[in-house]
């Protein structure tokens, strides 16, 4: 059964104070690893796909590398606006369609 | 925006009641999935078509039931409802060839 464990749970960092948010995932096969962000009471907005260990993408103050049995969200300076809930999902290989495993999320706070 | 549609916001109904949810998928996206988002649980996955098919089945009740139509759109038919169905219901659809899913803002269901 796959499965995807984030950690922490919850975040505060001060506005401006880098720090990493972690999913590690159990999974047959990796078809690919996502992340979402949601805001309260919103649908998960899509922010990365990671195929093979070893990829990294960016995007503004966000960065996603993967290995073989995680991945991270690095956040760079965060600002408020980034305050969020960060969801990581695991797609295996042997899937008959493209469901996703969640896991529990990091729910982000930064203080101005 | 992510382009997926889901109607209504909010849904509030009595135990044993049936309801239904409707989703229209981001133009040309021919896969809708349905999850629900409950506080205990997380994000977990129900259901997914693809063109008017079943592709793949989570952890969906026998309660609860869903169609495609020839438009794409998608119904999600929820019924006997009980007081622990109460959640966020999600529709998400993805392009044909890709990976990542792209949701709805939800609706939430609260019965009472």
Known sequence: EDQVTQSPEALRLQEGESSSLNCSYTVSGLRGLFWYRQDPGKGPEFLFTLYSAGEEKEKERLKATLTKKESFLHITAPKPEDSATYLCAVQAIDNAGNMLTFGGGTRLMVKP | ?112
């Open chain 2, 1 to 112: 925006d992510s382009g997926v549609t889901q109607t209504p916001k909010h849904l509030i109904t009595a135990t044993g009641q049936r309801v239904t949810l409707r989703c229209s998928p981001r133009s040309g996206d021919l896969s809708v999935y349905w999850y629900q988002q409950s506080l205990d649980q997380g994000l977990q996955f129900l259901i997914q078509y693809y063109n008017g098919e079943e592709r793949a089945k989570g952890n969906i009740l026998e309660r609860f039931s869903a169609q495609q139509f020839p438009d794409l759109h998608s119904e999600l038919n929820l019924s006997s409802l009980e007081l622990g169905d109460s959640a966020l219901y999600f529709c998400a659809s993805s392009p044909q060839g890709r990976t990542e899913a792209f949701f709805g803002q939800g609706t939430r269901l609260t019965v009472v």
